[in-house]
């Protein structure tokens, strides 16, 4: 059972660019999660999401940022026009449609670097 | 307002001698609380959860924590450190009620293990 797949590991995007970022959780999971951690920073939510649906998007920015989590294939973060202070990684993690208790499992993250 | 703190930036021991990491919560309800390991470069890996029962629970690589609800604490400890569990250990909370199962996180604690 594969765990939670992040792809790419590294990227590099000049200002303004757009970046998206995959997540592939593990199988049989149907809950992710986005969260951005800065350098010298703890972990922030960005966005929680079901298969379809955005549950709790409270951790967003309001402007350039999307996230979707599609019926078919990843889910994906989106960031349109970035700028230096977008740089951080970014970690998916997935839970089972079970109740609060359930812990989420992490992928390895997605390094962005906007240059 | 739900939050969790990590008091300790950085923790030092050396390798054998029993090693503690805190974290002390703030939910208004009764949480769910879970530790993490980071290791350089990786993404967070599951150590251990409290859901209920037992105030000490036992985790992955030796590592267990403490309940305390009158202290709003859950304390992650290890009887004898290994050089190889120095890492970024992040403490999370849930509230148990409500619909919203995004995590609160605290900043994360270094902990460096001296050989």
């Known amino acids: 059972n594969a765990g939670v797949m992040q792809n790419p590991r590294h990227l590099v995007r000049r200002r303004g660019q757009e970046a998206r970022l995959r997540c592939s959780p593990m199988?049989?999971?149907?809950?992710v999660y986005w969260y951005r951690q800065l350098p010298e920073e703890g972990l922030k939510f960005m966005v929680y999401?079901?298969?379809?649906?955005?549950?709790?998007e409270s951790g967003m920015p309001k402007e350039r940022f999307s996230a979707e989590f599609p019926k078919e294939g990843p889910s994906i973060l989106r960031i349109q026009q970035v700028v230096r202070g977008d740089s951080a990684a970014y970690f998916c993690a997935s839970s089972t449609l079970q109740g609060a208790d359930t812990e989420a499992f992490f992928g390895q993250g997605t390094r962005l670097t906007v240059v | 307002a739900q939050s969790v703190a990590q008091p300790e930036d950085q923790v030092n021991v050396a390798e054998g001698n029993p090693l503690t990491v805190k974290c002390t919560y703030s939910v208004s309800g009764n949480p769910y609380l879970f530790w993490y390991v980071q290791y350089p470069n990786r993404g967070l890996q599951f150590l251990l959860k409290?859901?209920?029962?037992d105030n000490l629970v036992k985790g992955s690589y030796g590592f267990e924590a403490e309940f305390n609800k009158s202290q709003t604490s859950f304390h992650l400890k290890k009887p004898s450190a290994l050089v190889s569990d120095s890492a970024l250990y992040f403490c999370?909370?849930?509230?148990?009620?409500?619909?919203?199962?995004?995590?609160?996180w605290g900043l994360g604690t270094s902990l460096a293990v001296n050989p």
């Open positions: 409290y859901i209920t029962g």
């Open positions: 199988k049989g999971h149907s809950h």
């Open positions: 999401l079901q298969k379809e649906n955005i549950i709790d």
């Open positions: 999370a909370v849930r509230d148990k009620g409500g619909n919203n199962r995004k995590l609160i």
